[in-house]
């Protein structure tokens, strides 16, 4: 199992700048890709950026050249620099780890783990 806290969230003005930290616990080296997911109100969760174990990037269109995701596979930290934020920027970010582990019958599965979430607020 992996264990994910988010931490960096706040108030933040339009243009500034934020950085967002996950750290990761328990089963860390069978950790693959992590990701950023934002929730805003009243709407579905998103993909915001992810990256694989050697590096390899992915995001949404909306915060391309904005938003820059990275991890500290040493260290067991994820991280999203967000620069030029935006007021629809604003939601709940979640931080997200897929791992590998072995069930009960010696199967190897892919699991999930979410962490609980860190509130981002851009003002106008």
């Known amino acids: 199992q992996v264990q994910l806290v988010e931490s960096g969230g706040g108030l933040v003005q339009a243009g500034g700048s934020l950085r967002l930290s996950c750290a990761a616990s328990g089963s860390t080296r069978s950790i693959n890709t992590m990701g950023w997911h934002r929730q805003a109100p009243g709407k579905q969760r998103e993909l915001v950026a992810s990256?694989?174990?050697?590096?390899?990037?992915n995001y949404a269109d909306s915060v391309k050249g904005r938003f820059t995701i990275s991890r500290d596979n040493a260290d067991n930290t994820l991280y999203l620099q967000m620069n030029s934020p935006r007021p629809e920027d604003t939601g709940v970010y979640y931080c997200e780890a897929d791992y590998i582990y072995l069930n009960s019958v010696g199967v190897w599965e892919v699991g999930r783990s979410w962490g609980q979430g860190t509130q981002v607020t851009v003002s106008s």
């Open positions: 990256i694989t174990k050697d590096g390899s990037t």
